[in-house]
């Protein structure tokens, strides 16, 4: 055997099944960045509210600054 097919079996057959689970694990991000924001990057996104139940929300024409809305959320008024 020649030094270099030693070499090719010794060292290029171990690269080339490293390199192909590195490909398998980590190819689909390298090919595709999500389109997520950063932090410290601008907001270029329109705002979503988000209401898991909207036909939860009350209304009510009986407070006489106008509907209510359901609260709720960090600041536990429920």
């Known amino acids: 055997m020649s030094p270099w097919e030693t070499l090719g079996v010794f060292a290029g057959v ?11 694990v980590y190819g689909k991000s ?27 929300i009350v209304h009510s024409s009986a407070e006489p600054s106008g509907p209510t809305t359901a609260v709720g959320g960090a600041s536990g008024e429920w």
């Not at 171990?14 to 398998?24: E, M, S």
């Not at 390298?30 to 939860?56: E, I, K, L």
């Open 14 to 24: 171990p690269a080339g099944i490293v390199a192909l689970i590195i490909v398998g």
């Open 30 to 56: 390298m090919m595709h960045q999500p389109n997520r924001y950063r932090p410290g990057r601008p907001w270029d996104f329109d705002p979503a509210w988000y209401v898991p139940h909207p036909d939860a």
